[in-house]
């Protein structure tokens, strides 16, 4: 509002400020929604990295498994992803990778760790070598206080086995059917891209038909519940094992009864 007498100083002034704050809002809902379009493009590019149901089908049939799985990011990117690779007649590698952070940062991360996977496969059959080689040349090229978590583990049909290594992962679980029992295996190791000298060791245990093994990112035990309260992994192996031993006890339906409690809670 402007009073009488009107000062023509004082209106230009006034109508500049406005003109200024329309042209700076204009530009503003511009660069919103070119960053929602170029972060969808990173998140559908993103995407791709993880097995689709195709190709899960696929390696099902060529391993006689069963291969559950659940992805999803807690914003546009994220620096989780995981995946599965033919080595041989016999072996199927089985990865999960969690970068530290969200965002733009932990994707990029993400697409130079996945090609330098593509390239290190010379020593793939081997998950000791292969975190070990992976680290050195992903170590040099990550600024301080980056780093990521990996399970990376090798199974061999022929020889009914699971050789893996950790790179400091939350501990993957084995489900023994003949035992009845599970045993969380070994998680030890340093964190992947931290230190450039880390070697990783490699454990072997037995993979049995009718086993099971569960890979996991933190979000499942450090995720907080409608009290507020963190539940430890022994209550989800817990549900898990329960729903096996049931009347629809399989892979798929202990997952999804796993995935469903997670979403409730």
């Not at 530290?100 to 081997?126: E, I, P, S, W, Y």
Request: hydrophobic residues 40%; proline residues 3%.
């Amino acid at each position: 509002y402007l009073t009488k007498p009107i000062d023509p100083h004082e209106i230009t002034a006034r109508a500049t400020v406005h003109l200024e704050r329309e042209v700076m809002t204009k530009r503003l809902r511009e660069f919103n929604l070119r960053m929602v379009n170029e972060l969808e493009i990173a998140r559908t590019t993103q995407n791709i990295l993880i097995p689709s149901s195709s190709f899960i089908s696929e390696m099902e049939e060529a391993y006689k498994l069963q291969i559950c799985s659940h992805y999803q990011s807690c914003s546009e990117l994220g620096g989780d992803f995981w995946g599965i690779k033919s080595l041989s007649n016999e072996e199927l590698a089985i990865y999960m990778v969690d970068f530290a952070g969200h965002g733009v940062n932990a994707a990029l991360n993400v697409f130079r760790l996945h090609a330098l996977m593509q390239a290190a496969m010379d020593t793939a059959k081997t998950p000791s070598a292969y975190l070990t080689y992976l680290n050195s040349i992903l170590a040099p090229l990550l600024p301080t206080g980056q780093f990521a978590t990996m399970f990376y583990g090798v199974i061999n049909n022929k020889r009914n086995t699971l050789s893996y290594a950790s790179a400091a992962s939350p501990p993957a679980v084995l489900f023994s059917k003949q035992a009845s029992s599970h045993q969380l295996l070994d998680s030890t190791g340093t964190l992947l891209g931290a230190f450039r000298e880390s070697v990783y060791k490699m454990e072997e245990v037995e993979f049995n038909a009718g086993d099971y093994l569960l890979l996991y990112s933190d979000a499942l035990i450090e995720t907080q519940n409608a009290s507020g309260e963190m539940l430890p992994i022994e209550y989800w192996l817990e549900s898990f094992q329960t729903s096996l031993k049931g009347e629809r006890g399989s892979c798929k339906h202990s997952f999804e009864v796993l995935l469903s409690d997670f979403n409730k809670k």
